[in-house]
Antibody
Framework: QVTLRESGPALVKPTQTLTLTCTFSGFSLSTDGMCVTWIRQPPGKALEWLARIDWDDNKYYSKSLKTRLTISKDTSRNQVVLTLTNMDLVDTATYYC??????????????WGPGTMVTVSS | EIVLTQSPGTLSLSPGERATLSCRASQSVISSFLAWYQQKPGQAPRLLIYGAANRATGIPDRFSGSGSGTDFTLTISRLEPEDFAVYYCQQYGDSPPYSFGQGTKLEIK
């Protein structure tokens, strides 16, 4: 059974760097075709895709947030880490991670974590 | 980047009625890599439909997806009380960026 869970601070101050961890089980990020992605959702608003990291360490980022985002993986610990620098009030959101499989064909986001709410406030 | 526009923004219907939700893409979605998700308050989105027309595991057959190119539809044949939620479409081609629609809220009339 594939599961994912997000963790990180519930509150950050403006200008700080947010670090979130996605801890997963039921698959390995060293297996061909496995990927983990991050999505966020401000309160009452739509979903926004943020970043993806692949088994071969390829990384993809949202164009609008590319300069502030970094995604990395620790395969031995089954974790993916997302950092977002220079946090602002508009970054207040629930942050989700999800698994994607891209081989033999790309999959939709079949499995999501429950999400973690991050509030930006001074 | 593909922009997805969902309509209507809010749909008010009664249990037992048929719901039709629309998703229009700004350019053709490759290989129909179009998905639909259902989201209830306080919960993560749940995948309903992938590949434009394939139901995800455990999804009741009252949910169906159709369309290709730039126009896609999610149909719920007979609404159950638990179907009232927000629905998002998403395109997920071979390479990111991915994009989501702005959502359709399905509310009880």
């Amino acid at each position: 059974q594939v599961t994912l869970r997000e963790s990180g601070p519930a509150l950050v101050k403006p200008t700080q760097t947010l670090t979130l961890t996605c801890t997963f089980s039921g698959f390995s990020l060293s297996t061909d075709g496995m990927c983990v992605t991050w999505i966020r959702q401000p309160p009452g608003k739509a979903l926004e895709w943020l970043a993806r990291i692949d088994w071969d360490d390829n990384k993809y980022y949202s164009k609008s947030l590319k300069t502030r985002l970094t995604i990395s993986k620790d395969t031995s610990r089954n974790q993916v880490v997302l950092t977002l620098t220079n946090m602002d009030l508009v970054d207040t959101a629930t942050y989700y991670c999800a698994r994607i499989v891209v081989s033999p064909i790309v999959s939709a986001f079949h499995v999501w974590g429950p999400g973690t709410m991050v509030t930006v406030s001074s | 980047e593909i922009v997805l526009t969902q309509s209507p923004g809010t749909l008010s219907l009664s249990p037992g009625e048929r719901a039709t939700l629309s998703c229009r893409a700004s350019q053709s979605v490759i290989s129909s890599f179009l998905a639909w998700y259902q989201q209830k308050p306080g919960q993560a989105p749940r995948l309903l439909i992938y590949g434009a027309a394939n139901r995800a595991t455990g999804i009741p057959d009252r949910f169906s997806g159709s369309g290709s190119g730039t126009d896609f539809t999610l149909t719920i044949s007979r609404l159950e009380p638990e179907d009232f939620a927000v629905y998002y479409c998403q395109q997920y081609g071979d390479s990111p960026p991915y994009s989501f629609g702005q959502g359709t809220k399905l509310e009880i009339k």
